[in-house]
């Protein structure tokens, strides 16, 4: 019953920014992925998510995002993400997702290392 | 009329214990109790985080994996140490379903789970990576897995 | 090994079971879950922190009237209404103490109280103020203080 | 073992106020208390309690307000409160302490209406 995962599509400097609220488990995971291949479709390479809404996340969540990464990948673009709390961003090295997906502190931060 | 609670498994030592229907996003009240436990004990905000993520993958585990004809999990939360100069947190997470094997449970690489069609499979290793101490007994009566976080 | 669960007396229904010793604080603990229930059946911000308050002084009174001999109570969580239309929350607090007679309570009165000696009173009150429907069965096994919230 | 509540003492246009921090249960009463007679002991006949840092109170940390609320008045003196929660403003209302202490929004208009 808890809120549904909310995804908002910004642009910066050319870099697409997925803003993200709420809980990241099986549904709010699947909302992300359908957003991000919304983008990807539309031609998109390269992904932000700011995870500056989401303070709570699932190892179910997390796998579709590894799902979001594998597909980014095949076309050689990019997933990177942006002010994960610290224990999101710990769970992330833990998976050792942290090589395969950049991680910077806030969106300016990510846009510096990947507008292009 | 007023049911003795004395009788309740739970009763035993001084700790806390929840039950909870294996619903979705129960396990978000598992981790707010857990949050709340954290606080008391007065540890650090981003310890207790840690806490409730690792609460918030053995409750669904229990919901996806145990087929528990009960459908309920239970949780015991335990202060360790003095009450006054507390050393953590110990929690237990309890399913009387199927059980597993933990030996058998093969580790996840990141490398491989990126070509597999299997993505899954990340929890117990979250849980090992965020908590001090990790405790998994398990048989054809049911799981616990018991975690503990020190401040 | 693993314990079975499903002998819990809190087994029956849908429910969440939360058993705290009676401790300084761990009133928060059993409002911090409260909490969590009410965000899950997104109940307003002010409705949850209404409902907060209700545990906590129900919670406040078996720690400190109960004389409970096993030092703990228990609350019951219940989501009323449809699973996917929630209606509202049902909270009970138990304790197996000692017990009062309700209809005995003198109705606090802030003049009277801020003359008198005895300032303290006003748990009840409040607990009625603030929820929308208020039981209380209380024998000399104990009492069960049942509280309802409609979204 | 929570936290205790912390007081903080100001003064604003000739005004004392009393800034809470924390759960105001029997500790936390005792100690704003304790703060509130050092202000009258110090000759102090009106007190502002600023609640912003309280969200949760209970039933006998507020009882000890009742008796601030009345050695105050002894003394001809006031006690006002700003900065409720909602759910403290209700809790007030329903024990009829509203008619006993000034309630006010925040401290700007706490002080507009009590600064000497
Ligand atoms: N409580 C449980 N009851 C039964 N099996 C479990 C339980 N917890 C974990 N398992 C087994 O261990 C495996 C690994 O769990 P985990 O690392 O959390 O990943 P995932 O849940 O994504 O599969 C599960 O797939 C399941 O087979
Ligand atoms: N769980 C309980 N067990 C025994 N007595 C109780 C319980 N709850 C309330 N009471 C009785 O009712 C009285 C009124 O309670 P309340 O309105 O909460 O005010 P207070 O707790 O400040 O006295 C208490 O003083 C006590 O005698």
């Given at each position: 019953?808890?809120?549904?995962?909310?995804?908002?599509?910004?642009?910066?400097?050319?870099?697409?920014?997925?803003?993200?609220?709420?809980?990241?488990?099986?549904?709010?995971?699947?909302?992300?992925?359908?957003?991000?291949?919304?983008?990807?479709?539309?031609?998109?390479?390269?992904?932000?998510?700011?995870?500056?809404?989401?303070?709570?996340?699932?190892?179910?969540?997390?796998?579709?995002?590894?799902?979001?990464?594998?597909?980014?990948?095949?076309?050689?673009?990019?997933?990177?993400?942006?002010?994960?709390?610290?224990?999101?961003?710990?769970?992330?090295?833990?998976?050792?997702?942290?090589?395969?997906?950049?991680?910077?502190?806030?969106?300016?931060?990510?846009?510096?290392?990947?507008?292009? | 009329?007023?049911?003795?609670?004395?009788?309740?498994?739970?009763?035993?030592?001084?700790?806390?214990?929840?039950?909870?229907?294996?619903?979705?996003?129960?396990?978000?009240?598992?981790?707010?109790?857990?949050?709340?436990?954290?606080?008391?004990?007065?540890?650090?905000?981003?310890?207790?985080?840690?806490?409730?993520?690792?609460?918030?993958?053995?409750?669904?585990?229990?919901?996806?994996?145990?087929?528990?004809?009960?459908?309920?999990?239970?949780?015991?939360?335990?202060?360790?140490?003095?009450?006054?100069?507390?050393?953590?947190?110990?929690?237990?997470?309890?399913?009387?379903?199927?059980?597993f094997m933990p030996d058998q449970v093969a580790e996840p690489a990141i490398e491989e789970k990126l070509k597999s069609n299997r993505k899954r499979g990340w929890g117990l290793k979250i849980i090992g990576g965020l908590m001090d101490e990790v405790n998994i007994e398990s048989d054809e009566h049911g799981t616990v897995?018991?975690?503990?976080?020190?401040?």
């Amino acid at each position: 019953m808890t809120e549904t995962l909310k995804v908002a599509v910004h642009e910066r400097d050319g870099l697409t920014i997925l803003r993200t609220e709420g809980y990241i488990n099986n549904q709010g995971g699947e909302e992300i992925a359908r957003v991000a291949y919304e983008q990807i479709d539309q031609g998109r390479r390269v992904l932000l998510l700011d995870l500056a809404g989401t303070k709570i996340v699932n190892s179910i969540g997390i796998s579709i995002l590894i799902e979001i990464i594998e597909k980014i990948m095949e076309i050689d673009g990019k997933l990177a993400f942006c002010c994960l709390t610290p224990t999101i961003e710990k769970t992330f090295n833990i998976m050792g997702l942290a090589q395969y997906a950049g991680i910077y502190p806030d969106e300016s931060a990510a846009v510096a290392a990947l507008a292009a | 009329m007023v049911e003795d609670v004395r009788d309740s498994s739970s009763a035993q030592g001084r700790h806390i214990t929840l039950t909870l229907p294996m619903a979705a996003d129960m396990e978000l009240t598992a981790s707010k109790t857990a949050c709340a436990l954290g606080e008391h004990i007065r540890m650090s905000a981003d310890k207790v985080d840690e806490v409730r993520m690792a609460v918030v993958e053995a409750c669904i585990n229990a919901f996806e994996h145990s087929k528990a004809e009960n459908e309920q999990v239970r949780i015991d939360f335990r202060v360790l140490g003095d009450e006054s100069e507390p050393d953590g947190l110990e929690i237990a997470v309890r399913d009387s379903g199927v059980g597993f094997m933990p030996d058998q449970v093969a580790e996840p690489a990141i490398e491989e789970k990126l070509k597999s069609n299997r993505k899954r499979g990340w929890g117990l290793k979250i849980i090992g990576g965020l908590m001090d101490e990790v405790n998994i007994e398990s048989d054809e009566h049911g799981t616990v897995v018991t975690m503990r976080k020190m401040r």
